[in-house]
């Protein structure tokens, strides 16, 4: 349901960065239930990380051509209608699937610290992105 309620918000919203949030959420639920459906997390996780990545590249490259646009007031009614559906279904999810397990899985692993590099990594790659395309000089455009 909220899969779907998130689909019809992406379709009606007309501003390209309450676009690119709906997407990403869409994203995330969506490789959530490949975790709950397939019983393991290797292929949500590279679906997610692929899908997130280029979102980056597309959040990115929109901010530097568009305006500096403000929410409206009915863009935050709707973020509040999908952060209250997220927090219904997750808890209910925990109660019925185990959630904290599965999501607790990805961390205790073998592999925990090179994902957790892997993650440090991207985040400081992200801030020297941010840093470099610093908003007094203007928008990367060629």
């Known amino acids: 349901m909220v899969l779907f309620m998130l689909g019809i918000m992406f379709v009606v919203t007309m501003q390209p960065m309450m676009m690119v949030i709906m997407l990403m959420l869409i994203v995330i639920l969506y490789s959530l239930v490949l975790y ?7 292929f949500s996780y590279l679906l997610m990380m692929v899908m997130l990545s ?4 597309l959040f990115t490259y929109m901010v ?4 500096n646009e403000s929410f409206e007031s009915y863009n935050i009614v709707y973020m509040l ?17 185990d959630f ?7 961390w ?7 994902i957790l590099f892997m993650l440090t ?15 007094d000089e203007g928008s990367i455009r060629i």
């Open 36 to 42: 709950n459906v397939l019983s393991g997390y290797w």
């Open 54 to 57: 280029g979102m980056m590249v």
């Open 64 to 67: 530097s051509l568009i305006p």
């Open 81 to 97: 209608l999908i952060l209250v559906m997220l927090m219904l279904s997750f808890e209910v999810n925990f109660y019925k699937n």
């Open 100 to 106: 904290f397990h599965f999501s607790l899985s990805l």
């Open 108 to 114: 205790i692993s073998y592999f925990s610290m090179f």
């Open 121 to 135: 990594l991207l985040l400081m790659m992200m801030l020297v992105v941010v840093w470099l395309s610093s908003m």
